[in-house]
């Protein structure tokens, strides 16, 4: 796997927002000052990032055989923190709303470090 970013800098969200507002579908969500296009742009440089991080350190330590129990624990909370990161820029974009489920009234309680 590449451990090169695509989206390196500012510079290259602001090009994919760019060509992501010539897209009508995309830019029919904007309101106001809040342009979809930058906000889809956003979401997709911060998802490389802790895809990256997930994919690239969290899983690979996860794998090893020799991690103890706590260590383990601690991990899967941080790996849950990421996904939580991820959930965020899954929900943020009003292009991608479809995707989340109305929120019901049962809610799940997070585990706590030991």
Not at 25 to 39: I, N, S
Not at 41 to 61: G, I, V
């Amino acid at each position: 796997m590449s451990k090169e970013r695509i989206l390196k800098n500012v510079a290259e969200w602001e090009q994919l927002a760019e060509r992501l507002t010539k897209c009508p579908e995309v830019t029919r969500f904007d309101t106001g000052q809040e342009k979809e296009a930058w906000t889809l742009a956003h979401a997709f440089a911060d998802l490389e990032e802790s895809f990256r991080a997930f994919l690239d350190d969290q899983l690979p330590k996860l794998a090893r055989e020799d991690l103890e129990p706590e260590a383990m624990h601690d991990l899967l909370l941080d790996i849950g923190e990421e996904f939580r990161h991820i959930l965020y820029h899954i929900q943020d974009p009003k292009f991608y709303k479809y995707l989340t489920p109305e929120p019901s009234e049962a809610s799940t309680q997070a585990p706590k470090r030991a």
